[in-house]
Each structure stands twice: as C-alpha cells, then as structure tokens.
C-alpha cells in the first residue's frame, strides 16, 4: 500500500513538473547582431573628413547615431597624426602636413551616455580646444556602441590650425 502511494505521489509530482515547464514560455526575442550606425553626412553635421579646427575656439561635435534596437554610449577621441599613421574609414584623403614629432598635441577621449531606449540619438557635443595645444594633422575617432555590445568606428581626418 505504501509503495501504491509514493508511485501516485511521485506521479502527481511528475504531472506537475511536466505541466510547470510545459507552462514556461520561450524567449522569442531576436537577437541583435546588427552593428550601430554613425551618419555624419547631414548638413550640420560636424566634422567631416578634411575639416579644420581653430585652436583656441569652442567647436560643436554633431552626428546621428542610429541602432536597429537599442544604442547604448558613445565615444569620441581626438588625438595627433602627427607620424601619419591611419585610422580613417573615409574615401577621400586628406592633404597631409609634413611628419613631425609631437610637442604639445592634443588630447581629447570622453565617453557619453544614450538615454535608454533610444534607438535613433542625435549626438551634440561642444570640445574646446586650447589656444596653446600643437596645429597639425589629427584624427576625430567616433566609437558608438548599441546594449547588446556591438560597435562601429568611424576614423575622419581633420587639421586644427
């Protein structure tokens, strides 16, 4: 008799675990593999591959940042290309100063926030640039990264003068 109770005990336990996991709905959200995308081609976008700089002047960063999904930060980094080595991802190339070495160059890497949720985000960003920091040729790196981790790059060449 008790051996017949623990075979239905154990029966009604499976019943329900079988019921319990049959319940459980799958996650059928897709998964994001697309890359973010950085436009820099609007008319007030700012700047573009070959653009000059002012030293001493205040410069206003503008680009449209857009993922499938969701877009997570983004970065900027600007920094010498005095010994004309190669970030850009642009067509066109710029004319080059001559190699030189590093004095006083410019250094600028911040990173920024998205608001979440965005999946279209217009970055504007002002960057001051010293009155004292070394003309030449520079590179304007834009890292933007969506939630999932995906990440595009986008390398212009610019002068400050």
């Not at 994001?32 to 002047?57: H, L």
Request: charged share 25%; hydrophobic share 35%.
């Amino acid at each position: 008799m008790k051996r017949e109770n623990l075979v239905k005990t154990l029966g009604a336990f499976g019943l329900l675990g079988i019921l319990f996991l049959g319940s459980c709905k799958k996650d059928d959200k897709a998964v994001d593999t697309e890359y973010p995308t950085i436009d820099v081609s609007a008319a007030d976008a700012f700047p573009k591959q070959c653009s000059e700089i002012k030293r001493g002047e205040t410069f206003v960063f503008k680009a449209r940042l857009k993922d499938n999904v969701q877009l997570g930060s983004f970065s900027l980094d600007v920094h010498h290309n005095f010994d004309h080595h190669s970030h850009s991802t642009e067509v066109n190339d710029c004319t080059m100063d001559p190699v030189k070495t590093p004095v006083n160059p410019f250094l600028y890497i911040k990173s920024f926030p998205i608001p979440a949720g965005s999946s279209s985000y217009s970055a504007s960003v002002e960057i001051p640039v010293p009155a004292d920091i070394e003309p030449g040729d520079y590179h304007f790196m834009i890292l933007v990264t969506d939630a999932e981790g995906w990440q595009t790059i986008k390398g212009l060449s610019i002068k400050i003068r």
